[in-house]
């Protein structure tokens, strides 16, 4: 079964400072990827998606994240933090074939940002 | 921008009891779909709707677990007999298509306690 493993379940950055938030899967043919980001009382909300037209995904807010196939991960970037970056963030999963449609989501990553 | 609405926002009842959390999904969307997160866990798929029938659903959505579109706007799931580990948020999505690179819109989640 596909599946999607967020290392560090807590990321702390300055603002300004680099964010990355990591993300690999677990799927035996090159699957779907999303991320979704979460802001207090509110519902998930997604920043980007992976679709195979494109390695490089440009998402809202100024995040990215990179397909790489060779080491089966998504990670998410974003080159400078801002206070309203702080968030959780979802990585997710669905598979590219069959009739299967449901995401199967990471534990998440809580993003604090320092002033 | 049209968002998927989640009511109550907060639950707290008695095991044993009833509870039917309420979604009202975006109006143009066709595809309705209910996740749950246990406090400190993974968001886990539950139920997948479409055209007033499962299309699919997860071990979790045992026969307590009942989905239902009383009407044109709303999108219920019912929870016949409360458990203690029923203690979860609780997300509806919704999208105008299922395919696997659609979009997935989620609502702002109920939090269910059960005493």
């Known amino acids: 079964a596909q599946s999607v493993t967020q290392l560090g379940s807590h990321v702390s950055v300055s603002e300004g400072a680099l964010v990355l938030l990591r993300c690999n899967y677990s799927?035996?043919?090159?699957?779907?990827l999303f991320w979704y980001v979460q802001y207090p009382n509110q519902g998930l909300q997604l920043l980007l998606k992976?679709?195979?037209?494109?390695?490089l995904v440009k998402g809202i807010n100024g995040f990215e994240a990179e397909f790489k196939k060779s080491e089966t991960s998504f990670h998410l970037t974003k080159p400078s933090a801002h206070m309203s970056d702080a968030a959780e963030y979802f990585c997710a999963v669905r598979d590219s074939g069959g009739s299967n449609y449901k995401l199967t989501f990471g534990k998440g990553t809580l993003l604090t940002v320092n002033p | 921008e049209p968002e998927v609405t989640q009511t109550p926002s907060h639950q707290v009842t008695q095991m044993g009891q009833e509870v039917i959390l309420r979604c009202v999904p975006i109006?143009?969307?066709?595809?309705f779909y209910w996740y749950r997160q246990i406090l400190g866990q993974k968001v886990e798929f539950l139920v997948s709707?479409?055209?007033?029938?499962?299309?699919?659903k997860s071990e979790i959505f045992d026969d307590q677990f009942s989905v239902e579109r009383p009407d044109g706007s709303n999108f219920t799931l019912k929870i016949r007999s409360t458990k203690l580990e029923d203690s979860a948020m609780y997300f509806c999505a919704s999208s105008a298509v299922r395919t696997s690179t659609d979009t997935q819109y989620f609502g702002p989640g109920t939090r269910l306690t059960v005493l």
């Open positions: 992976y679709t195979s037209a494109a390695t």
């Open positions: 799927s035996s043919v090159p699957p779907y």
């Open positions: 109006s143009n969307h066709l595809y």
């Open positions: 709707f479409y055209n007033n029938e499962i299309s699919e």
